[in-house]
């Protein structure tokens, strides 16, 4: 039986809808969960915000353009743009022009947005004891699932284009 044969049968299946259904509920709710846990963490902090904290945990190794920061996140580019002009105000980042793109520039952290790395990485830290403390996990469950949500996701965007 072929993929799509396989996936057809599946989606007719009500059992499965039923089960694929939660499973998207719980990753809904999952979501609200990781933003109320951040924004708790980050909340004494005066320049970090959880939208700021995305950002820098996405361009801290390598600078993106506004849209491949909002791509990669899943956010609309406003929304970033909104973010990033936060950030320039509070001197986390800065442009850095884009060979490939005249209107597009890199943002890159300057020296105090790399100095909040450590920070980011302490908050992340404590968000995943908040959410691994008091359950039997093993780095086989963490890659394994990570996976298939990485395939769910890069399926959706290659199917959403043939819908309407």
């Known amino acids: 039986m072929n993929q799509v044969t396989k996936s057809k049968k599946l989606s007719e299946s ?44 996405v361009i801290r190794i390598n600078p993106m353009t506004v849209s491949e920061v909002a791509k990669y996140l899943g956010l609309k580019r406003q929304s970033v743009q909104s973010t990033v002009n936060q950030m320039k105000r509070r001197g986390l980042v800065k442009f850095r022009k884009n060979p490939n793109h005249k209107t597009s520039p890199f943002v890159i952290l300057t020296k105090q947005g790399n100095d909040k790395v450590d920070d980011i990485l302490k908050y992340q830290k404590k968000l995943t004891e908040v959410f691994i ?31 309407n």
Do not use: H, Y
């Open 133 to 163: 403390k008091g359950i039997d996990i093993s780095m086989k469950d963490v890659v394994s699932n990570r996976e298939f949500l990485r395939a769910l996701r890069e399926n959706s965007e290659q199917n959403i284009s043939k819908l």
């Open 14 to 57: 009500i059992e499965f809808l039923a089960d694929f259904q939660l499973l998207f509920g719980n990753i809904i709710r999952i979501n609200g969960a990781f933003l109320e846990v951040a924004e708790k963490i980050c909340a004494d902090d005066k320049l970090i915000t959880v939208p700021i904290w995305r950002v820098i945990a």
